[in-house]
């Protein structure tokens, strides 16, 4: 959640830890997409990340594959304890790239359905794969979401576990509004159970 406050948006730490699915996710696109997208392409992938949070899916993926990937944030303040400074999500995770060198990522802004966010990717090579780990908890954002991800991709891929049950309605809104056909599976992995779901979004070109 993104609370309000008097003097604008500001973050909770909500992002600010690894989420359960993240690491099964990453060994799933490690392991049966990226390899497969790479041999098609001819070249490491261009991947976009929806709110990367400390940027374990995406940074993990660029170390692991080499793919290149571009992991995203909306820069919103936060605190980690009571009287420290304020920093900015997007610093914090692009402090996290940095610390783990990975030479083929690169955090940049991107608050889902903002349109200045979004021109500033236009004059930008398109990706090739979206990715995003538990970004559904919240369905107030739902539309903004799909907006942003019908801007961005042909072919996308979430994982998440289902937390209250309203998930599909954003699935429902990406097909109805935007085009995607929509296949999901079981996600199998540590501290995950049959919950959780890795979902494939594709619109036909």
């Known amino acids: 959640k993104q609370p309000k406050a008097k003097k604008g948006r500001v973050a909770d730490r909500t992002?600010?830890?690894?989420?359960?699915?993240?690491?099964?996710?990453?060994?799933?696109?490690?392991?049966?997409?990226?390899?497969?997208?790479?041999?098609?392409?001819?070249?490491?992938?261009r991947v976009l990340e929806l709110g990367s949070g400390v940027g374990l899916l995406g940074i993990g993926l660029a170390l692991a594959t080499g793919a290149e990937v571009t992991l995203t944030d909306p820069g919103l303040p936060t605190r980690f304890s009571k009287g420290a400074d304020s920093i900015s999500t997007l610093e914090f995770l692009r402090r996290n790239v940095a610390l783990n060198d990975a030479p083929t990522a690169r955090a940049?802004?991107?608050?889902?359905?903002?349109?200045?966010d979004l021109d500033a990717f236009s004059d930008k090579p398109p990706f090739d794969l979206v990715v995003a780990s538990e970004v559904l908890y919240e369905p107030s954002q739902y539309?903004?979401?799909?907006?942003?991800?019908?801007?961005?991709?042909?072919?996308?891929?979430?994982?998440?576990?289902?937390?209250?049950?309203?998930?599909?309605?954003?699935?429902?809104?990406?097909?109805?509004?935007?085009?995607?056909?929509?296949?999901?599976?079981?996600?199998?992995?540590?501290?995950?159970?049959?919950?959780?779901?890795?979902?494939?979004?594709?619109?036909?070109?």
């Open 143 to 205: 539309a903004a979401l799909a907006e942003t991800l019908a801007f961005f991709a042909t072919d996308a891929i979430i994982g998440y576990k289902v937390r209250h049950g309203r998930e599909q309605t954003f699935f429902d809104r990406c097909a109805d509004e935007h085009g995607f056909r929509v296949s999901s599976e079981p996600l199998a992995g540590e501290k995950l159970s049959k919950d959780a779901v890795l979902a494939t979004l594709r619109r036909p070109q």
């Open 15 to 45: 992002g600010c830890r690894p989420w359960p699915v993240a690491r099964p996710m990453l060994e799933h696109l490690r392991t049966d997409v990226i390899p497969d997208l790479e041999r098609d392409l001819g070249r490491p992938p």
């Open 108 to 116: 940049e802004k991107l608050l889902w359905g903002d349109a200045d």
